[in-house]
């Protein structure tokens, strides 16, 4: 975070009043310390999960540490982490957000990341931390990409190079929400890209992934994609909510 940013929100938590994402209630932060326990004990890293696509594993699923979908199609990512369910706590804040442009809401969100995530993933490895890009058209339409407001705040090591520009996205006028895994995989196909830019500079890096929601996990498998055909050599998706719908209701 830019320093004069920093600067600006600590003034404004000792000037103006707090409301926490999740119940309301007003006090000095986004996110009140009931709330952040109750998080805690529901957050997807006390569940068993597929260690490659972060969905809740099913019983016969255990043994494997991996869901039948990720061994019967195994994607081209290599390992997604998330914060929460999606139907969970944070979905209300998390629409605010992203479709009535509270900012405020951004903060709470990632403070709930920071503090349940970072313990995790103190010691995690990697060259670069990407934003899952929005298109030329749906930024302006938006004002902002909810996957990089909130990557661009996570903590994360020094050495993991942050940048909002080396993805690239096409646009798609196809609304994708309601659409069934094979048909959201058939409509994401070759519609990211990298910035000429960077061309070259992904060989062999280790690189996190960021998005706000992962529901069938189509898109990050295509960014995934992309970036092995660009050298990169490992993949880690980073998800703030997770659908654990089953892959066969997809």
């Not at 020094?158 to 659409?179: D, F, S």
Request: proline fraction near 4%.
């Amino acid at each position: 975070m830019h320093p004069i940013e920093n600067i600006f929100q600590v003034i404004c938590s000792h000037i103006l009043p707090s409301a926490c994402i999740v119940c309301g209630t007003f006090q000095r932060h986004t996110l009140c310390l009931d709330c952040l326990i109750q998080l805690e004990s529901d957050q997807l890293f006390n569940y068993e999960c597929c260690q490659q696509c972060g969905r809740t594993l099913e019983v016969g699923e255990l043994t494997e540490n991996k869901c039948k979908e990720c061994i019967a199609n195994p994607p081209y990512f290599d390992e997604t982490y998330c914060l929460d369910r999606y139907e969970g706590r944070l979905q209300s804040a998390l629409h605010l957000f992203k479709y009535q442009r509270r900012l405020a809401c951004a903060q709470g969100l990632v403070s709930a990341w920071n503090q349940l995530m970072t313990r995790s993933l103190n010691n995690f490895e990697a060259d670069y931390l990407l934003p899952v890009p929005l298109s030329p058209e749906k930024l302006c339409s938006r004002g902002f990409n909810q996957s990089w407001e909130l990557a661009r705040r996570i903590d994360c090591g020094k050495n993991i190079h942050k940048n909002p520009h080396i993805l690239r996205r096409y646009h798609h006028t196809q609304h994708q929400a309601k659409e069934n895994r094979a048909n959201r995989q058939m409509a994401i196909r070759d519609m990211f890209y990298i910035n000429p830019q960077f061309q070259g500079q992904l060989e062999s890096a280790s690189v996190i992934v960021f998005d706000d929601v992962m529901t069938s996990g189509a898109t990050l498998n295509e960014i995934a994609r992309v970036l092995k055909d660009n050298g990169v050599s490992r993949v880690t998706n980073w998800v703030l909510l997770r659908t654990l719908y089953p892959a066969s209701r997809m």
